[in-house]
């Protein structure tokens, strides 16, 4: 079965700072992972997803993550917080083989101060 | 381009009552998905329809159902209201093609409070 863990409902960044936002997941087959953005009010946005080819994947942004099978992780990455990246970071896992239902975490509020 | 629609934006209903909840997906988009996200649980995979068949199904009880139309559009019904099915209620769409790495793409969702 598969499950996702966000380590921190809540990360407080300085504008310019490095954000980094924490996902371990766990699978029994190689597994798709996903991140997703909320923006108060919203629904989901796709920020980037792994799908077993570049191991460092790029996405909208300037978020990036890195899937390290080691370490069970696919941590979130942007070098220079904005304001506008304060919203609501969701990671998700869908097991190859599965039931094409994605598992999300409880999500990641990412706080930005000025 | 129109993204996913939903309505309504927000919704008040009594325990006990039904209700029911609209969902359009991007034109092309075959595959429907509905969640629950509860206050500080993330979202909870509820339904999963595709060409007009239910696909898959969470661990919710029989009072959550819901249909597809020919159109793809979806409904969500909830039966017999109780306090702890306040919550934000998302669709989302895709392709259909199946594939696990299918992008979802989602709507603004509908705010459910029950009193």
């Known amino acids: 079965a598969q499950s996702v863990t966000q380590l921190g409902s809540h990360v407080s960044v300085s504008e310019g700072a490095l954000v980094l936002l924490r996902c371990n997941y766990s699978s029994s087959v190689p597994p798709y992972l996903f991140w997703y953005v909320q923006y108060p009010n919203q629904g989901l946005q796709l920020l980037l997803k792994y799908t077993s080819a570049a191991t460092l994947v790029k996405g909208i942004n300037g978020f990036e993550a890195e899937f390290k099978k080691s370490e069970t992780s696919f941590h979130l990455t942007k070098p220079s917080a904005h304001m506008s990246d304060a919203a609501e970071y969701f990671c998700a896992v869908s097991e190859s083989g599965g039931s094409y239902i994605p598992t999300f975490g409880r999500g990641t509020s990412l706080i930005v101060h000025p | 381009e129109a993204g996913v629609t939903q309505s309504p934006t927000h919704l008040i209903k009594t325990r006990g009552q039904q209700v029911t909840l609209r969902c359009s997906p991007i034109?092309?988009?075959?595959?429907v998905y509905w969640y629950q996200q509860a206050l500080g649980l993330g979202l909870q995979f509820l339904l999963w329809y595709d060409e007009g068949e239910e696909r898959n199904r969470g661990n919710f009880p029989p009072r959550f159902s819901g249909r597809q139309f020919p159109n793809y559009s979806s409904e969500l019904n909830v039966n017999a209201l109780e306090l702890e099915d306040s919550a934000l209620y998302l669709c989302?769409?895709?392709?259909?093609?199946?594939?696990?790495?299918?992008?979802?793409?989602f709507g603004p969702g509908t705010r459910l409070t029950v009193l």
């Open positions: 034109s092309g988009h075959t595959s």
């Open positions: 989302a769409s895709s392709p259909g093609t199946g594939r696990l790495t299918d992008t979802q793409y």
